[in-house]
């Protein structure tokens, strides 16, 4: 059909061919593994993304993460970042495919002014912009950046709102590997990149990922 995802991909003969053998690489150099293909397909973007094979053992999902993930974007699910990076990154095309909008509040000037008077980040007052609008339950909420935004997220999943998918790849120093693990045990599906390293262009990654097996896998 004219108006699925993969039939929006402007890549030339020689540019797929470059990607295929990018791929062919990676399945090579990672060798055994102990992910399924689905979630397979999702890891070897990142180590496209990055060139870094340590994403093969810092990789994790939840049980029911890449259907959930499919199945959220099948239903046009918003989709929530936490940096602008996330949104420039995503093909805008293959998302309006399916009616998936992307909602990112960080730089919004009421954001910014509370943060200043609450002392807080515009990361947090993003996620609670963001939740007000309607724009965290069952969405997929992606953190490339902030460990701040998944914070507050786990801290308004505690109380009872729940999105369709983390993708919770925050990188840095401080408190991105704990909020990371703070996701691990809330019962929401979720794909992260346990400890310190992460980063927008894998948020980026993960989601065009799971665009890709939302066409190929059978509805």
């Known amino acids: 059909m004219s108006n699925q995802p993969n039939d929006m991909r402007q890549m030339t003969q020689l540019g797929r061919s470059i990607e295929d053998r990018s791929f062919a690489i990676i399945d090579e150099e990672a060798g055994a593994h102990s992910f399924t ?52 990154g995503l093909n805008a095309d293959r998302l309006a495919a399916y009616g998936c909008g992307v909602y990112s509040y960080i730089s919004d000037e009421d954001v910014i002014a509370r943060a200043k008077e609450k002392n807080t980040t515009r990361a947090i007052e993003a996620m609670v912009k963001a939740h007000s609008l309607g724009h965290l339950a069952g969405s997929m909420v992606a953190v490339g950046n902030a460990p701040t935004a998944l914070l ?67 509805a």
């Open 152 to 218: 507050e997220t786990c801290r308004l999943i505690e109380q009872g709102i729940k999105p369709a998918l983390i993708v919770g790849v925050p990188v840095g120093f401080v408190s991105a590997e704990e909020s990371k693990e703070a996701v691990r045990p809330l019962g929401v599906p979720y794909i992260i990149a346990r400890g310190r390293k992460g980063g927008s262009a894998i948020a980026v990654a993960i989601i065009h990922a799971l665009l890709k097996l939302s066409v190929e896998m059978p």
């Open 37 to 88: 293909p689905e979630q397979w397909e999702v890891v070897r973007r990142v180590i496209h993304a990055t060139a870094d094979f340590e994403f093969k053992t810092l990789m994790e999902f939840s049980p029911d993460a890449v259907s959930a993930g499919i199945q959220a974007l099948r239903r046009g699910c918003p989709i929530l970042v936490d940096v602008k990076m996330i949104s420039s």
